[in-house]
């Protein structure tokens, strides 16, 4: 992973809090979204982490979610995503949430503590389970596949579908449209990149919505605010990324 020596230093932060905390029961620590696709931009992105911990408690992820509070220990991103999972759940998981804690902290994510599954849609909890265990990287701990198993593409296919459909709104942002081009390019290739990758890969691949696709890669080199969208065009290529992902026929 190639990070600002801040955010390298953090990820370590967070890693030994975790230590400190769990002791022992520490299984792993793993970076998933545009950390693990080497696609993180400063001002930008989040850090995005998942760690694995065993017979975790309440009380463990209460102390963790304040251990990890942005007021505790700030962080350097635009934000840290992070999501802490019992080993022993973990391993039964096929594309439920299953977390044991969901954390959203830092200067500019709305601060979000959630203690197990709260009944929303969870298609990013086996999406970023599936870029770790393509990716095949840890802070520390083993890899990724020998605690969870990885997802048939028939399985993991109407939970993309879902990451897809949940843009279909009329405020679409260049970070949708960017999303649905990274599902696109998993729907062609069974493959995980990062988002302006994409773009760019997709913008060459359905050339009908390339003008479209080329303003949200720009949009998404001008920080958090990114760049506004013709709605209609966004709309219009959901669709047709929704289509190509009901299409069974390979």
């Not at 198993?149 to 960017?178: E, I, K, Q």
Request: hydrophobic share 45%.
């Amino acid at each position: 992973m190639t990070l600002p020596a801040a955010e390298t230093a953090y990820l370590h932060a967070v890693t030994d809090r975790l230590r400190e905390l769990l002791g022992k029961r520490l299984t792993g620590v793993y970076p998933t979204g545009s950390v693990a696709l080497d696609g993180y931009r400063p001002g930008r992105s989040d850090l995005d982490l998942i760690a694995v911990g065993e017979r975790l408690t309440a009380a463990d992820a209460t102390a963790v979610a304040a251990a990890l509070d942005h007021a505790a220990l700030p962080c350097p991103a635009s934000g840290l995503e992070f999501v802490l999972y019992d080993r022993a759940q973990l391993a039964e998981l096929t594309t439920q949430d299953g977390f044991a804690l969901n954390l959203n902290t830092g200067r500019e994510l709305p601060a979000l503590a959630e203690f197990g599954p709260q009944g929303r849609p969870g298609f990013w909890y086996p999406i970023d389970r599936d870029i770790i265990a393509q990716q095949d990287r840890s802070l520390t701990g083993p890899p990724f596949t020998t605690l969870a198993t990885r997802l048939a593409y028939p399985l993991l296919r109407p939970v993309v579908a879902a990451s897809v459909a949940a843009n279909d709104g009329p405020d679409l942002s260049d970070d949708a449209v960017l999303n649905v081009c990274r599902a696109l390019r998993w729907r062609t290739t069974r493959h995980w990149v990062a988002k302006a990758e994409a773009g760019r890969w997709a913008a060459a691949a359905v050339p009908e919505f390339g003008t479209l696709i080329t303003a949200a890669v720009a949009g998404h080199g001008q920080g958090r605010a990114g760049r506004a969208v013709d709605a209609a065009a966004a709309r219009a290529f959901v669709g047709y990324v929704l289509r190509r992902l009901g299409d069974t026929a390979d």
